[in-house]
Nanobody
Framework: VQLQASGGGLVQAGGSLRLSCVAS????????MGWLRQAPGKEREFVAA????????YYADSVKGRFTISRDNAKNTVYLQMNSLKPEDTAVYYC??????????????????WGSGTQVTVSS
């Protein structure tokens, strides 16, 4: 499986960005997907996840109400819409997944594969 994230950049606090991740190498619609992030000097942390069908979503408390995860199974793509961005959202964001089909991702430990990241920088 290959995961290619894009859409990061520099934005002012209060602004928005949409990250995209294109997956290849397996049947996309059978696997839950998610996002992790890692800020400088900090451990990688869970951001959001979505079930293989898109029915169930999960969020870290720090992003609830501001971020929305979605997926388009026809395009093998998962998205992360980030609104009301804060400087503390600055991090490298990684698209991630689980290698077991039809299993939920509800926290970071459930993810066992991630791709290259995309940098998000929020200025104050």
């Amino acid at each position: 499986v290959q995961l290619q994230a894009s859409g990061g950049g520099l934005v002012q606090a209060g602004g928005s960005l949409r990250l995209s991740c294109v997956a290849s190498g397996r049947t996309f619609s059978s696997y839950s997907m998610g996002w992790l992030r890692q800020a400088p000097g900090k451990e990688r942390e869970f951001v959001a996840a979505i079930s293989w069908s898109g029915v169930s979503t999960y969020y870290a408390d720090s992003v609830k109400g501001r971020f929305t995860i979605s997926r388009d199974n026809a395009k093998n793509t998962v998205y992360l819409q980030m609104n009301s961005l804060k400087p503390e959202d600055t991090a490298v964001y990684y698209c991630a997944t689980i290698m077991t089909p039809r299993r939920l991702i509800q926290r970071g430990d459930d993810m066992d594969y991630w791709g290259s990241g995309t940098q998000v920088t929020v200025s104050s």
